[in-house]
């Protein structure tokens, strides 16, 4: 499982537009993930600060796994914001998934900001222990 992450700004314009301008560039984010696998599957953690279960999207398709959502982030009350780089930040990731993982059992927890995905195995392809026996 690989991809990259990179934010840059591509030239100089992009200081001198308007704040709205900026906000409908509609400019997508690439979330961090750390992934973490064993003998029964792949969990992945994914840090998609400020979004809510109805605006994220969860999918398989094709044997690959798309993660896409939009952020939520409220100005408090009494407060008057001055200046946002992105206002509501679109998060979408990627990757691919092997054939040995059984999708039709995925588990997806949202909690805090950070989205857990569990990838079991298929049971075919999880090692399993043979029993030797002596004569």
Do not use: C
């Not at 896409?68 to 509501?88: D, S």
């Not at 999708?103 to 090692?127: C, F, M, Y």
């Amino acid at each position: 499982m690989s991809d990259t992450t990179e934010l840059a700004r591509k030239d100089e314009t992009a200081l001198t537009r308007s704040e709205d301008e900026r906000a409908q560039s509609g400019v997508t984010l690439t979330p961090p993930v750390d992934v973490s696998e064993d003998s029964q599957g792949i969990t992945l953690w994914a840090d998609l600060p400020g979004v809510t279960k109805d605006r994220l999207s969860v999918n398989v398709q094709d044997g690959n796994l798309y993660i896409e959502a939009q952020a939520m982030v409220p100005t408090p009350a009494g407060l008057r914001l001055q200046y946002a780089e992105i206002r509501e930040p679109r998060f979408a990731r990627a990757f691919s998934l092997g054939a040995d993982f059984d999708t039709s059992k995925i588990d997806a927890n949202l909690k805090d900001g950070v989205l857990k995905l569990t990838i079991p195995r298929h049971d075919e392809a999880r090692p399993r222990r043979i029993e030797v026996r002596t004569n």
